[in-house]
């Protein structure tokens, strides 16, 4: 069982920006591909940004690409999701997952789910 806690949500300004953190814990937790997806209101999940344990490969989604960066601090088992430039549509429910199939993850197939931190960017 992998239990995975975000963190860093917030309420902030077009342009601004803000940095997401989710805690992994787990026996097997170092393991996992680690990603972040997102919720805005009335629309479906969608695939933000997945990055796999040696930090070696990352994969984007067209809509942030160039404005987010996520890493890993595998001392800590914690995934950042630094996010820039933000815009009123960047606005959702920011979820954190992990899965050991990277290109699954990039595609949603997440083994494990946080419970999801607000992000929301005013105009």
């Known amino acids: 069982q992998v239990q995975l806690v975000e963190s860093g949500g917030g309420l902030v300004q077009a342009g601004g920006s803000l940095r997401l953190s989710c805690a992994a814990s787990g026996r097997t937790s170092s393991r996992f591909a680690m990603g972040w997806f997102r919720q805005a209101p009335g629309m479906e999940r969608e695939f933000v940004a997945a990055?796999?344990?040696?930090?070696?490969?990352?994969y984007y989604s067209e809509a942030v690409k160039g404005r987010f960066t996520i890493s890993v601090d595998n001392a800590k088992n914690t995934v950042y999701l630094q996010m820039n430039s933000l815009k009123p549509e960047d606005t959702a429910v920011y979820y954190c997952?992990?899965?050991?199939?990277?290109?699954?993850?990039?595609?949603?197939?997440?083994?494990?789910w946080g419970q999801g931190t607000q992000v929301t960017v005013s105009s």
């Open positions: 990055i796999n344990r040696s930090g070696s490969s990352t």
């Open positions: 997952a992990a899965a050991l199939d990277f290109w699954g993850l990039a595609k949603g197939r997440g083994n494990y």
